[in-house]
């Protein structure tokens, strides 16, 4: 197997870490938000953490550079449609993603409050879920349409 390939299996297994591990945590932490059961919510949200620490970071990292050298390979350029999507979509997400990050610490930090005090979680970490959980929608979006035009490639 030459080099190209070994990269470019490496940018579509670390494209896939990256949303399904987003995904992923996103889901889980969703959903366990509405059991409002406080020691779940704090285990949860330090493994969602975890995962964008130990999964996401590095691929969101992998990502462009890998691509930017594969593109160099083949002889394209950003002019090419797919690719300038593609990149913007890419940094609309990481626009998204990047907040994100700093709120899933802030719903860590709040939960293990909680759960360590044995009371409810406050209205300031509802008001930071809805955040976190409006700031996903665009970034599942954009690196949905990723996806397509990597494969596709339409202009």
Request: overall charge positive.
């Amino acid at each position: 197997m030459n080099t190209y390939l070994i990269v470019k299996w490496l940018h579509i297994i670390s494209s896939v870490l990256m949303v399904g591990t987003g995904f992923g945590t996103a889901f889980y932490l969703f959903f366990i938000n509405r059991s409002r059961n406080v020691e779940a919510i704090a285990e949860v949200s330090r493994l969602v953490v975890r995962a964008d620490t130990w999964f996401t970071t590095p691929a969101v990292i992998f990502q462009p550079l890998s691509g930017l050298w594969l593109m160099q390979q083949t002889g394209l350029t950003f002019t090419t449609g797919w690719i300038f999507a593609s990149l913007a979509l890419f940094f609309l997400a990481g626009a998204c993603w990047l907040p994100v990050v700093w709120l899933q610490l802030k719903l860590r930090d709040i939960a293990r409050e909680s759960r360590d005090g044995h009371h409810p979680l406050p209205p300031r970490y509802w008001r930071i879920a809805r955040y976190w959980e409006w700031l996903g929608y665009p970034a599942f979006i954009a690196v949905t349409v990723v996806f397509f035009l990597m494969v596709n490639k339409p202009f």
